[in-house]
Antibody, heavy 118, light 107 residues
């Protein structure tokens, strides 16, 4: 069973950038589709984007387009989420998740807490 | 974007109760509807995919039904470990969207 281990908590100032990592076990990175989901305090789950085979590449949520970048390093089996121009509303728990059964997320990372504060 | 509306937003129930949570899509999503359980401090857990298929390892007291725009998650015989927040998610098209969540609390 594939597992994900995410990087540790981050505290950033408004306007800065953050890069969260998600290491995939079992050398399976090239065989799976990974997405990112976040949850702000007191809020629900929000899909940010991910690799979508139907689109042949990474699809981003439109409200984040231009500020978010998802990349991967197959040599280390690690995927990255970078969020630029951070705002207070970007404070959230960020999760990487594996897509299965047509974009149902069956495996999740443990989460990375990102706090944006002056 | 496809909007997902869950009801109720919260409910109080007792151990052993049968509860149902509803999820409505703003347009037809066929059977591309998934349900998750989320406990504070933990990652969400997939319970049901494709509207009614039980994820491996999930107890059979969880069941899902529906198609098109209206879907239901049922928990038959609520257990202490089931008190959590439940989310529906449409996977018909991008952007993928979640319902607002239903918090299940102890009565």
């Amino acid at each position: 069973q594939v597992q994900f281990v995410q990087s540790g908590a981050e505290v950033k100032k408004p306007g800065a950038s953050v890069k969260v990592s998600c290491k995939v076990s079992e050398n399976t990175l090239t065989q799976i589709s990974i997405h990112w989901v976040r949850q702000a305090p007191g809020k629900g789950l929000e899909w940010m984007g991910g690799f979508d085979p139907e689109h042949g590449g990474i699809v981003y949520a439109q409200n984040l387009q231009g500020r978010v970048s998802m990349t991967e390093d197959t040599s280390t089996d690690t995927v990255y989420l970078e969020v630029n121009s951070l705002r207070s509303e970007d404070s959230a728990m960020y999760y990487c998740a594996k897509s299965a059964y047509r974009r149902a997320f069956d495996v999740w990372g443990q989460g990375t807490l990102v706090t944006v504060s002056a | 974007d496809i909007q997902m509306t869950q009801s109720p937003s919260s409910l109080a129930a007792s151990v052993g109760d049968r509860i149902t949570i509803s999820c409505r899509a703003s347009q037809s999503i066929s059977y591309f509807l998934n349900w998750y359980q989320h406990k504070s401090g933990k990652a969400p857990k997939l319970l049901i995919y494709a509207a009614s298929r039980l994820q491996s390892g999930v107890p059979s007291r969880f069941s899902g039904s529906g198609s098109g725009t209206d879907f239901t998650l049922t928990i038959s015989g609520l257990q202490p470990e089931d008190f959590a927040t439940y989310y529906c998610q449409q996977s018909y098209g991008t952007p993928l969207t979640f319902g607002g969540g239903t918090k299940v609390e102890i009565k």
